[in-house]
């Protein structure tokens, strides 16, 4: 009796284990629904930390945010402090939200306390023959990414992102920039492409350790630039979390065969049980970057956005697999739509009922509550909810 009194609690304490070793590995990724569109929310507020009203609409609408460079510095002083006060209310309003800290891969913008560190360390700065820094935009350091303590260094501050602001994992942004032929003809020497992948490739490893296994690391990312619907950015799958398309139906990525390319990688991301993320805009013309357009008053651009959103928001929804999640803004900041409210993303979605069908350019999709058709050479589309 005794025996097998002492075999029922070991099989009961292998069960319990399993349980939550599986409860722990849901719990890193984000609460993913099909219930309406699910939605990722990517933006900063310099100025200062979110009100409430701002919190609310955030918690509300998304179980997945991060919060960018210079977020709440106006007030904090930092972007660490700035993210760290507004990922804990963020929590507060929502206690499922995923928040991920911005972390640039290669630029090192002057608005974290951690720049104190890099500035006594000039041998973490990316410099050319002579020594002198190769800048970005001419003013914008950059990292030094082939030197290891910096990545220890680097990979710290993702591990403090974690333990110490509050957030569930960093966004890692610009991880294919340092490759540009620009750099590699100023800086590294052309033919130094694959030492920058592992670096690279190393600086996530080192990152996912000080985060922890729970953490997520999402970088930015996969994406196809031109005309023959070239991918770049996949070689960073393995050691990553998650990944975001950010210029998908935008920017080079606009055409017919740079789109199909991006829906194929989004499918073959998700495939691998990666979370994806999907950056959508209004239009390839309508982004911050438009001096002109961004004269027009704010009322107006968020008109514009919503009206604009079907073809975007379409072609997520015949790419769309479990764990991927969709974010639309014409840019980065508060005031560029990510805290627009748009209906779409309030009606009822529901599964998809299977793959889309292609033929030629044209994709359909069907879920429970709604008809997608796209016709990615003619730029037009069609949701029809039920």
């Not at 690279?200 to 999402?218: F, T």
């Not at 993320?277 to 968020?302: C, H, I, Q, Y």
């Not at 959103?309 to 015949?318: E, V």
Request: charged letters at 25%.
């Amino acid at each position: 009796m005794m025996c097998n009194m002492k075999k029922f609690a070991s099989i009961v304490l292998a069960i319990s284990f399993q349980c939550a070793t599986l409860a722990s590995g849901d719990s890193a990724k984000p609460y993913f629904s099909w219930d309406t569109v699910p939605v990722y929310i990517h933006f900063g507020k310099n100025s200062g930390p979110l009100s409430d009203s701002e919190l609310r609409f955030v918690a509300h609408v998304s179980d997945f945010v991060c919060l960018e460079k210079g977020h709440g510095r106006g007030r904090s002083g930092s972007t660490e402090k700035g993210i760290a006060f507004d990922a804990k209310r963020l929590k507060a309003f929502n206690p499922r939200i995923k928040v991920l800290f911005y972390w640039n891969t290669f630029l090192n913008y002057p608005l974290y306390d951690a720049c104190e560190t890099v500035a006594n360390h000039p041998q973490w700065i990316f410099r050319d023959k002579k020594g002198n820094p190769i800048y970005k935009a001419r003013t914008l350091e950059q990292y030094n990414l082939l030197n290891p303590e910096f990545r220890q260094w680097w990979a710290s501050i993702a591990g403090k992102a974690v333990t110490e602001y509050g957030c569930d994992g960093i966004f890692m942004d610009a991880v294919n920039q340092a490759k540009r032929p620009i750099w590699m003809k100023r800086g590294w020497g052309e033919g130094s492409e694959n030492m920058l992948t592992q670096a690279v490739a190393d600086m996530m490893r080192l990152a996912n350790k000080q985060m922890g296994e729970d953490a997520l690391l999402v970088y930015n990312g996969i994406r196809s630039l031109n005309p023959a619907g070239t991918t770049t950015g996949i070689e960073y799958l393995p050691h990553a979390s998650g990944v975001m398309v950010e210029h998908f139906t935008a920017f080079h990525s606009q055409n017919k065969e740079s789109i199909a390319a991006d829906i194929k990688a989004i499918i073959s991301a998700a495939s691998m049980g990666k979370t994806v993320v999907v950056k959508g805009w209004p239009d390839p013309t309508f982004n911050w970057t438009n001096k002109e357009k961004m004269r027009v008053p704010s009322a107006e651009l968020a008109d514009e956005a919503r009206k604009k959103i079907i073809f975007s928001l379409a072609c997520f929804l015949i790419a769309a697999q479990e764990n991927s999640y969709f974010s639309y803004s014409w840019g980065w900041r508060e005031q560029h739509g990510s805290l627009v409210d748009y209906p779409e993303f309030h009606k009822s979605l529901g599964e998809p009922k299977g793959q889309a069908r292609k033929e030629e350019w044209v994709y359909t999709r069907s879920y429970e509550h709604a008809s997608v058709w796209v016709d990615l050479a003619e730029r037009r589309a069609k949701i029809e909810w039920k």
